[in-house]
């Protein structure tokens, strides 16, 4: 089967300024690929590029095997925040959307009105869009981007703007329709928290060159090698005695300066929660908490960037 | 698949708010003229010394309210339309919105400019038919019904023309008061350069009889009577120089061709290569 998106050396200059730098990246069916960068990366620039909304300098964007501007009967796509004509209802919205996607009224009525119950817009979509809050217009982004049933949404920044609840929404959404509907997914966020849980693959972009790219799991277990050791957090009232039977004992390498009464330890090659926790009954100091610090997408993404 | 685009962007357009307000403005108007003839006809008018009764009928109303529709009113409307639908689809994203669909940019472009030619339809209809039934009602005879259509037909195509010149000027400078503006300009460009040709013409009997024939100057002055029927101005009035016998200014006509197929090209190409945000 064919991936569904590749992307080739894509480049695009705004001015005088390249924006995207020979990209490259690829999405296999199924994937919920994460796409990241700081402001400016241009990530937006590149998926309108895949979009075919403005012109590539140079490279090549293949959706599903194809190229050009029926190839994007695959795909459904939300940029940024949605736009719709204000002077008609949601509803009317996704009638004309349906228009240009090449189904007939008929058909379109029945997965409108599907669409609508899915995104929770059953009883407002007879209302004019002018009406609708950000939460509601972002759904029905997501409803008119789902209208050509579509097999890859390419999503710019879902949640952007979103209550924490409205985010917990699009973000089960999405994974549902990951899940449920075998939808691959192509998205961009800044939102760290929302990849790791969402996505399965990710590739970080710095000044429009990817600088990582590859599985989530991959990414987030290679991390600690090239950050540095583990971590824990331990919280007690004598912590220079706690300091001293740890490093005696060959658990911990460093100590960090932390609040008072706080230590924050690197662990030692071999070392791990256990063997520091029986360590600290043998030498017999008082803790009241450890917390192991993860290492997390953070880390990951951090380095990525800072490089 | 087009055919469905194109019936959308109907919808759409005639769904604005103001698009029915315009046409109901059409509407009113195309009552003025036929109050006015009822009020002043059966009276009389001094023409060269002789009194000359005034009486009118449908045909008169009809002729009236189409000078009135042209002047300024329904071109202004258009204007604010073609902008509203391209550039400002552009400003305020939704264009971004059709674009990433499976169509082509040709298809987005010309249902959107087949939508603008529905309104004018409209915009013509609507006015000669609230005039004819105006027109007749108040002066109960008919007149000739077939030369005054020839003029709405003509104003059509004149409209067409013009329509597709905007919709070029809107892409070129993306915005709504960019195009309001740059249409303004132009006509104004259009004006002087008009007078200066206009003023060349009038002073050649003058200067004829101060130089010899065949001195440039003269060349000069036929040159501009030839080219001002071709102005865009011209063009787009041409609908005024159809007389009742169906005779226009060729060059007028011609010119009305050129200018719109140069701006269906302008349009497609500036559109084909627009970067839409
Ligand atoms: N139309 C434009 N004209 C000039 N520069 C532009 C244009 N669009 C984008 N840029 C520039 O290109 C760069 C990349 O922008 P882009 O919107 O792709 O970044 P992004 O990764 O999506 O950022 P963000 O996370 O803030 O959304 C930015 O520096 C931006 O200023
Ligand atoms: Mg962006």
């Known amino acids: 089967m064919s991936s569904a998106l590749v992307v080739k050396g894509l480049t695009r200059s705004y001015g005088s300024r390249v924006v995207v730098d020979q990209l490259d990246l690829r999405v296999e069916p199924g994937d919920i690929y994460g796409f990241l960068g700081p402001n400016g990366a241009g990530k937006t620039t590149a998926m309108r590029c895949v979009l075919g909304l403005i012109r590539r300098d140079a490279g090549e964007v293949t959706l599903f095997g194809e190229t050009g501007p029926r190839a994007r009967r695959h795909v459904g796509a939300m940029i940024e925040t949605p736009a719709f004509h204000l002077w008609m209802t949601g509803r009317q919205n996704l009638e004309h959307a349906a228009a240009y996607e090449g189904l007939r009224p008929k058909e379109a009525a029945p997965l409108i009105d599907r669409l609508l119950a899915r995104v929770g817009l059953k009883e407002r979509g007879k209302e004019k869009v002018s009406g609708y809050s950000l939460g509601m217009k972002q759904r029905l982004g997501i409803a008119r981007a789902l209208l050509g049933s579509p097999r890859l949404l390419v999503l710019d920044e879902p949640t952007n703007g979103l209550d924490p609840d409205g985010m917990v929404q699009m973000r089960d959404l999405i994974r549902s329709l990951a899940r449920n509907d075998g939808l691959t997914v192509f998205l961009s966020s800044h939102l760290l928290s929302e990849v790791q849980a969402l996505c399965t693959r990710v590739g970080i972009i710095k000044e429009g060159r990817m600088q ?68 600290l009954g043998e030498a017999g100091a008082l803790v009241q908490s450890v917390t192991p610090v993860k290492r997390d997408f953070e880390d990951v993404y951090m380095e990525a960037v800072r490089s | ?82 902008a509203m639908t391209l550039a400002g689809e552009f400003r305020n994203r939704t264009l ?80 709504v008061p960019g195009t309001v503006v740059g249409t303004f300009m132009y006509w104004l460009l259009d004006l002087v350069f008009g007078l200066f040709l206009w003023g060349l013409e009038a002073l050649k009997p003058l200067v004829e009889t101060q130089v010899a024939a065949d001195d440039p100057i003269v060349g000069l002055m036929q040159t501009a009577a030839a080219l001002r029927p071709w102005l865009p101005s011209q063009a787009f009035n041409f609908y005024q120089n159809v007389n009742d016998a169906g005779g226009f200014v060729w060059q007028s006509m011609a010119s009305l061709a050129v200018i719109t197929v140069l701006s269906a090209l302008v349009a497609t190409t500036t559109f084909r290569r627009l970067d839409v945000p």
Do not use: C
């Open chain 2, 96 to 175: 971004r919105e059709d674009l990433v669909r499976p169509v082509s940019r040709d298809a987005a472009l010309w249902s959107r400019w087949i939508a603008l030619q529905a309104f004018v339809l409209a915009g013509l209809v609507l006015p000669w038919l609230v005039s004819l039934v105006a027109g007749v009602a108040v002066h109960g005879e008919l007149g000739d019904l077939g030369a005054v259509t020839r003029n709405y037909a003509a104003t059509w195509l004149a409209d067409m023309g013009f329509s597709t010149f905007v919709m070029a000027i809107s892409l070129l400078v993306k915005s």
């Open chain 2, 1 to 82: 698949m087009t055919t469905l685009i194109i019936g959308a962007e109907i919808r759409k357009l005639f769904r604005r708010p103001i698009t029915m307000f315009f046409l109901v403005v059409l509407g009113l108007m195309a009552l003025g003229p036929a109050g006015m003839q009822a009020l002043v006809s059966g009276g009389s008018m001094e023409t060269n010394g002789n009194a000359e009764l005034l009486s009118f009928t449908a045909q008169d109303t009809m002729a009236w309210t189409l000078t009135l529709r042209n002047f300024l009113v329904f071109r202004l409307f258009l204007i604010t339309l073609a």
């Open chain 1, 212 to 279: 990582v790219e590859g599985l989530v799991s991959e990414l987030l277990s290679g991390v600690s090698a090239k950050v540095g050791p583990e971590q824990l957090l331990l919280v007690t009232a004598s912590p220079e005695a706690l300091e001293k039977a740890l490093l005696e004992g060959g658990q911990i390498t460093a100590v960090h300066a932390q609040r008072p009464g706080e230590l924050l330890v690197d662990l030692a090659e071999g070392a791990h929660l256990a063997s520091v926790m029986a360590a």
